[in-house]
């Protein structure tokens, strides 16, 4: 049902990917607008804290919106506007991909609606009040896991019913072709950036570049400069709460190859194919799926996959925020707390990339309430008895 | 026996085809095979029977909530093979599986067909599996060695040269979607259905089935003269979940008689 528009997508991608114009414009925007290249910076205090690795940060969350999410969002925001339709829809978990597409929405004039699980806009708030600030509507939704995965049902089945001025803006390396390809050739940025930059500091490439992984963009975007070169590449998933089905979004190994949401890859799934609960302290790596091509990655070995526990994640925040003066976002501290691990088992010379994907704004509630800070609750009180 | 008893089906045809659809484990097992029985019984011509899955992408509100209900019950893809074997063994009308494609390739694609026709279904409609995926996955060629039809599913916004793909391998009937959406009962037919569904006949030798949105014998009337087969889908399920317990078999009958046009 949805083929006429894949192929559609397609062909307008495949046109630009061979037209100047298009170049042009989206790095005149990516420059301008969402104030690339951001940074790479020299970990110094938290490297010389832990007395190991030269760790750098790619510091994704100065994007504007605050994260990388904004790059796919504007190379998608073109194709829409050269395809004439008049309309974004997006999935949303974090909120960060909502956001971005509610900003391209805004200034490319598009009308917006994203679809967010009822969980998540429970605990991503803040981006939900910016989103509708910015004019989209953000729809929940109720049925399911009511996280990502349910989002991006929902986003496929009004897409399926509006087709015709409608593009669907998917957030990540997943879902049908051409989205994977696509959107890890806009993200692709990163890594390019990165090389570059860190040869300005070192004059060589890293021996590791560390990313999170929810369905893959961020990571994807890191490592795609880095896979013919002798950098090891990881992928940090998200280890939650424990080992047991519904407590983590551990795809490797426990998942198994699917075919769901219009993709092939690697899924958390029963043994009947029927999807299973998730959980992550992170709404952004709480997915089921995995985009193809880190899944192709995963079992030709070239990328490795690990995980880190809520608690991990927690404390690597706190760290990095205190070492470095960056808060990153949850599902980047994830990566942050793999990173700090690796670090400690490395010899000095070595030089590790961590990808922080996102900052740490949209996560003020949680990590208030994980840290359990009285004081931030008392605001909160005082504050819900002046409104 | 599959196409075959699905061709018979439509021959000598007086009236337009009847096609109702159950989700396997809703309300409960029992009450599948009790529906199953009685829509048989009171005139329907086929019966899709869909094995409930965690994430149907093309289906709206209410058989999803049938499918998740399914799941929370227990339903497993063995009952469904357990339920089509006990059915086809009982009731002379051909049963279709209907199944999303990821509980087809976890069963695996070649046992799932073989197992389907032991258990004396008819056919399978798969919506998410597109013919261009044919070379890696096998879907129609095992349909095909299993005799089973294999039922391609179009909607308005199929392109000529999809309709034309999609023709060349169908069996059995086409199942044109009456809109481009999601299933769910609704009050209105499209006014574009006509035209849309002369194109199909254009293409298509096999019959044509026509589903998304039927629920009412104005419909049928209007479908008669361009389709072979009317689905009817949600509008049963709405049924189910406006009923007392006691009275769901009576007001499911009730429906279904309703329905028929001569
Ligand atoms: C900051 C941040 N990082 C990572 C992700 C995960 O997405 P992906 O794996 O596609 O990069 C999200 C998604 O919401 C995010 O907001």
Redesign the interface.
Known sequence: MLIPSLEELEKIYNNAKKDPSFKKEFNFLLKTFAGRPTPLTFAKNLSEKLGAARIYLKNEGLNHTGAHKITHCIGQAILAKRMGKKRLIAETGAGQHGLATATVAAKFGFSCTIFMGEIDIARQRPNVFLMEQLGATVIPVTFGNKTLKDAVNAAIKYWIENVKDTHYLLGSVVGPHPYPVMNCDFQSVVGKEIKLQLRKFEGKPPDYVIACVGGGSNAMGAFSAFLKDDVRLIGVEAGGKGNQVGENAIRFPFGSVGVVEGYKSYFLQNSDGNLQKTHSISAGLDYPGIGPQLSLLHDTKRVEFVNVKDKEVLSATRLLAQTEGIIPALESAHAVAFGIKLALKLPKEKIIVINLSGRGDKDIFILAKAFKDKKFMSFLKEYLKDV | MGLNLIDQQIKNKKRIRLMTHLVIGFPSLDFTIKLAKLMAKNGADFIELQIP???P??D??TI??AC?ES?LNGT??KDAFKIMKLLSSQVSIPLLFMAY???V???GVKKFCQDAKLCGASGLIV??M?V?EENE?HLISNCRKFRLCNIQ?I?P???ND?LQKNAKVASGFVYA?AH???TGAKNQLESSLEAYLKKVKKYFSVPIAVGFGISQKEHLEKLAPLSDIAVIGSAVINVINLSNKDNIEEDVKNFINNLKIC
């Open positions: 899955f965690s994430d992408l093309a709206g509100p999803m909530k998740e799941l497993k893809v494609y990821n509980t390739f976890k069963y919506p998410d597109p261009d996955e599913v909607s916004v199929s392109t999809r979607t481009q959406g999601i």
